[in-house]
């Protein structure tokens, strides 16, 4: 049997309002993401951590070489784009076992649980 990944909810401590909200400049930003995915069909979820950003709050802070692992860049702050592109990594993600699962998404954002691996 093979297990789907599905993004339950995206939720930011950074924008409390991440459907109807917006960052003060959406052309130059950068909050955190959290994405809550399970198994499809299940209400379970665990928590994938994306810094969403621009390129230009990037070109302005990055002054030395940076691992993008856990990094969402988009042109500007557009809440559908996001969700659309975090379920398309949720779509792929797929496995024998939640763990193989989650270590699939594990490549793109920074699962809960990743220490403890």
């Known amino acids: 049997m093979t297990l789907q990944a599905q993004?339950?909810?995206l939720h930011s401590p950074d924008?409390?309002?991440l459907q109807n909200g917006h960052p003060p400049d959406p052309g130059n930003?950068?909050?955190l993401v959290q994405a809550l995915v399970g198994v499809a069909g299940q209400e379970a979820a665990d928590s994938f951590d994306f810094m969403v950003?621009?390129?230009a709050w990037l070109a302005a802070r990055v002054t030395e070489p940076l691992p993008a692992r856990g990094y969402l860049i988009v042109?500007?702050?557009?809440?559908a784009q996001i969700h659309a592109a975090i379920a398309r990594l949720c779509d792929?993600?797929?496995g024998p076992?939640?763990?193989?699962?989650a270590a699939r998404l594990n490549l793109d954002?920074?699962?809960e649980y990743d220490e403890d691996r």
Request: hydrophobic share 30%; aromatic share 18%; charged share 30%.
């Open 92 to 94: 792929g993600a797929t």
């Open 53 to 55: 950003c621009t390129p």
């Open 109 to 111: 954002g920074r699962w």
């Open 7 to 9: 993004l339950k909810r």
């Open 29 to 31: 930003f950068r909050i």
């Open 75 to 79: 042109t500007r702050y557009d809440y």
């Open 15 to 17: 924008l409390p309002d």
């Open 97 to 101: 076992d939640w763990p193989a699962v």
